[in-house]
T-cell receptor, first 105, second 115 residues
């Protein structure tokens, strides 16, 4: 089956810093979502982005389907951005292992 | 409803017992998914319903796990003869139409602990 790899596994930032999270996948996909799992375990939808670029406030995402990767950009990070960020692909949502982000005040 | 609702939020059961976990999807969503998440891991796909039927149950780990969606709305995940290794957070998601080109939304999960 399709493999999803996320990097880095862990990321520690100071408040106000910018970051880039990466998601690589092993085959072509027609569905890709980014989620933020908050400390209470809730998976929050960030982007539905099988291709192209989208922006929502301080967050933006780009998927280059032909090269099998997607990037999530977080600008001017805040402590509330802390949590685990997941990329998931395909209609059954095959998840990567996530990137654990910690933003310190 | 406004979002995907899962009950109970927490369930503690003894090894060998039977449990049922409930998922109420977003109103009008025809596709429903179940996942299992162990500590430190990403959610793992279990089963996908399109309407009342299981369109893909390839993620169910063994025959102790079963899920139903009799009226195409609420779904129940059933686990027989629970084992300590079944302890995890069970997540449910729904989407408007399923398949490709569809965005899924998750409930808050049920934390199952088998003692």
């Amino acid at each position: 089956g399709i493999q999803v790899e996320q990097s880095p596994p862990d990321l520690i930032l100071q408040e106000g810093a910018n970051s880039t999270l990466r998601c690589n996948f092993s085959d072509s996909v027609n569905n890709l979502q980014w989620f933020h799992q908050n400390p209470w375990g809730q998976l929050i939808n960030l982007f539905y982005i099988p291709s192209g670029t989208k922006q929502n406030g301080r967050l933006s995402a780009t998927t280059v389907a032909t090269e099998r990767y997607s990037l999530l950009y977080i600008s001017s990070s805040q402590t509330t951005d802390s949590g685990v960020y997941f990329c998931a692909v395909e209609y059954t949502l095959v998840f990567g292992k996530g990137t654990k982000l910690t933003v310190n005040p | 409803g406004a979002g995907v609702s899962q009950t109970p939020s927490n369930k503690v059961t003894e090894k060998g017992k039977y449990v049922e976990l409930r998922c109420d999807p977003i109103s009008g969503h025809t596709a429903l998914y179940w996942y299992r998440q162990s500590l430190g891991q990403g959610p793992e796909f279990l089963i996908y319903f399109q309407g009342t039927g299981a369109a893909d149950d390839s993620g169910l780990p063994n025959d102790r796990f079963f899920a139903v969606r009799p009226e195409g709305s609420v779904s129940t995940l059933k686990i027989q003869r629970t084992e300590r290794g079944d302890s995890a957070v069970y997540l449910c998601a729904s989407s408007l139409s399923g398949g490709a080109n569809t965005e899924a939304f998750f409930g808050q999960g049920t934390r199952l602990t088998v003692v």
